[in-house]
């Protein structure tokens, strides 16, 4: 691969990666309600989680698709269903004071499990992996989970700490709920694009 590639390739990776989408949305739900130490273990699986995805899309899951279309709308229905209930369980999260005892953050394994669930993530791997790694090779396919890997956690990171810092004025479980209640209503509108294709 290229300077040139790989420095196109890292651009694709930022702007997908930092753009919001579920996992950015529920990162920065999870850094305000759980603060930033406690969604470390979401913000891995979400790193790691789609990095192995990307790795197994670029070696020949992405051909599933192409063998038997129906799988794509499986996939769809599935992603959609498991994000309108996390949008409930969002939007339901424990006020400050009960958070201990009911709330707990998404765990490393839950993250790297969604990312196949995930629109958005299967969106960007398909993508990463047709434009970046077309021959399929796995050199290829390996550098671009490499690079993503590399601007995803940082990206990632981004959005729990703008959580985090949204936690001075989340101090009252009112506005905690408004902001639930806010990241839910978004989580279900970044479906609009899978919806609409």
Known sequence: MTKDLILALAAFAFVSSITPGPNNLMLMASGANFGLRRTVPHMLGVGIGFGLMLVLVGLGLSGLFAAWPPAALILKVVSVTYLLWLAWKIANAAPPEDR????????????????????????????????????REVASVLMVA??????????????????????????????????????????????YPVLAA
Do not use: E
Request: glycine residues 4%.
């Open 100 to 135: 201990a005892a009911a709330g707990k953050p998404m765990t490393f394994l839950q993250a790297a499990a969604f990312q196949w669930v995930n629109p958005k993530a299967w969106t960007m791997s398909l993508s990463a992996v047709t434009l970046y790694a077309p021959g």
């Open 146 to 191: 490499l690079v993503f890997g590399l601007v995803n956690m940082p990206s990632v990171a981004i959005w729990a700490s703008m959580g985090v810092q949204m936690r001075r004025f989340l101090k009252t479980p009112a506005r905690l709920r408004r902001f639930n209640i806010a990241m839910a209503l978004l989580l279900v509108a970044s479906l």
